[in-house]
C-alpha cells in the first residue's frame, strides 16, 4: 500500500459523511480487498471513556477528511479546549 499517511503515535480524528472517529496510532490494514484503518480509541473521545482503548476499524473509501494531532496528549488538550466553548 504505496503513497499513504503514516500515523504513528498520533490521534486522527476522521470525518465521515455522518459522524466522526478518532483513533490513536491508526494503520493501514487490507481486509477483505480493501483498505481499512485500525487502531484504538484515545482518552477523552466519549464523556465518560467508556470506549476506551478499544480497537476500531473505518474503510478508507469512507474517510471525507481527517484531522492530525501530534500525539494522545495533543488531542486530549483540544478536547478539553473544546468542551468548555460549549
Keep these: ?19 466522526t ?14 483498505i481499512f484503518i485500525t487502531g484504538t480509541i484515545p482518552e477523552e473521545y466519549t464523556k465518560n471513556n467508556y470506549a476506551l482503548g478499544n480497537s476500531c476499524a473505518i474503510s478508507w473509501d469512507a474517510i471525507t477528511d481527517y484531522i492530525v494531532f501530534k500525539d494522545e496528549k495533543a488531542y ?6 473544546s468542551a468548555k466553548k460549549k
Aim: hydrophobic share 40%.
Design 1 to 19: 500500500m504505496k503513497n499513504l499517511p503514516n500515523f504513528d503515535g498520533k490521534v486522527v480524528s476522521f470525518g465521515l459523511p455522518d459522524s
Design 21 to 34: 472517529l478518532a483513533i490513536f496510532n491508526p494503520k493501514f490494514e487490507k481486509l477483505a480487498g480493501r
Design 76 to 81: 486530549k488538550k483540544q478536547m478539553k479546549k
